[in-house]
């Protein structure tokens, strides 16, 4: 809400162009995904430890995130969001949601009924 610059990581992890691998886990597809901090990340070229061997800690982990497909469509899909968003804050323009918007904590009720509920949405259901 304001930030000059954003860390995605994370959401870059998710799509076919990530040079990661794509797994199948519990029945899901994944993709690796590991924390820049985490000792997977560590070497020379990204850390000037000062002649020292190894970091005293391990910040990040190595694990993994739900594989989401191609990188195109999740970006339109993103910035839909993030248009739809502001103009629920009534604004048009990011400067104006930094200036405008508010942080409000909802409930997990909440959350469910600003979802689908109550019915069985059809693209939920596999067919025989």
Wanted: hydrophobic letters at 35%; a positive charge.
């Amino acid at each position: 809400m304001g930030a000059d610059f954003v860390m995605l990581g994370r959401y870059f992890a998710r799509f076919d162009e990530s040079p990661t691998n794509k797994l199948i886990v519990n029945g899901n597809y994944v993709k690796e995904y590991w924390g820049e901090g985490s000792n997977r990340a560590r070497n020379w070229q990204r850390y000037d430890l000062g002649g020292k061997k190894g970091m005293a800690f391990e910040e990040g982990v190595d694990s993994y995130v739900p594989y989401a497909g191609s990188l195109h469509d999740n970006v339109t899909l993103t910035t839909s969001k993030v248009i739809h968003a502001m103009c629920n804050c009534g604004v048009l323009t990011i400067p104006e949601l930094q200036k405008n918007a508010k942080i409000t904590l909802v409930s997990a009720a909440s959350i469910r009924e600003g979802g689908a509920h109550d019915v069985i949405v059809k693209n939920s259901i596999k067919a025989n």
